[in-house]
């Protein structure tokens, strides 16, 4: 029941954020120059004054600001995220698309970080100071300090270029037909480089948190005590060290579950993968403003889901939570 009430206040405090989220992006697309009209017209070679008043009256484009705001509240009520103009369909069926590349690509992506991170970190506390542990560090501060694009476009040159080991972009093998687990594997080949693209740089926030959390707890009394009480160092780390130590890195995946999602925009873009940062990013060039304001509603549903869901898990982890 303690989990249950504390899930229902999360989930109760996520609504006016998801409301501020949407309002504020909303009003601040209003200031950028041109709009969903002017896009189609520049795609249909220009128009003259009066079929383009005919498609701001079609869209709604010509009513105040505030009105349009007011609809837009009221579509999502009825969960109906508007039409895209551009792609000539509802806003939900473009989203729905490219919907399962994103989530596979931040699904591996962040297990790969969050249980490889936690492994090396692990493994230079217990080496601290020695050559594993500067290793271990060294590379975590690379992985930091570089780029995610340079790791994108050096991962295409080595390994897909130069070894043709992998492919250089895409979500599968157009064309292709597989089926079952075939094509899982097909597209698992696809999703190599973009997932180590995206995930390493979050590898080496982890690996250092969960070092520097593991040497902490290492010098608590109650380790000490199981110590002395003769159990087993593998049964003191698994036991009494791991489950403490993992408190802070659980909290960050859910405050980085923003940042991951916004980095998808690039790794998407230099793989070419059909997912929703490279839609983003064409919404955005397109002018298509519903299609906009849909992703970053789901795209706020994502990450108050992952939040969502980490706090479940610390509460398990930690029973001091109420």
Known sequence: MRVLALAGRRLLSSIPTLLIILVGLFLLLQLAPGDTVDALVAQMGGGDQKMVEELRRFYGLDAPVAVQLGRYIWRLVQLDLGYSAIYGKPVVNVILERL????????????????????????????????????????????YATPSFWFGLMGIVVFAIRLAWLPSGG???????????????????????????????????????????MLEVLTLDFVRTARAKGVAEQAVIVRHVLRNALLPVVTLIGLQAGT??????????????????????????????????????????????????VDLIYARLDPRIS
């Open 171 to 213: 979500f599968e093998t157009v064309g292709a037909g597989y089926t079952g687990l075939m094509r899982v594997l097909d597209i698992a080949r696809y999703l190599v480089l973009p997932t180590l693209t995206l995930a390493l740089i979050f590898l080496a926030i982890y690996l250092r948190i969960m070092r520097a959390s």
């Open 260 to 309: 991951m999602l916004g980095g998808s925009v690039v790794v998407e873009s230099v793989f070419a993968l059909p997912g929703l940062g490279r839609l983003a990013y064409e919404s955005v060039v397109q002018r298509d403003l519903n299609t906009l304001l849909g992703i970053v509603f789901v795209s706020a549903l994502l990450v108050i889901s992952v939040n969502f869901m």
């Open 100 to 143: 399962p590349a994103t989530l596979l690509l931040m699904g591996s992506a962040l297990s790969f970080a969050f249980f490889a991170g936690i492994a090396l970190g692990i493994i230079a506390a217990r080496r601290v100071n020695k050559w594993p542990d500067t290793l271990i560090s060294t590379l975590g501060l690379v992985f």
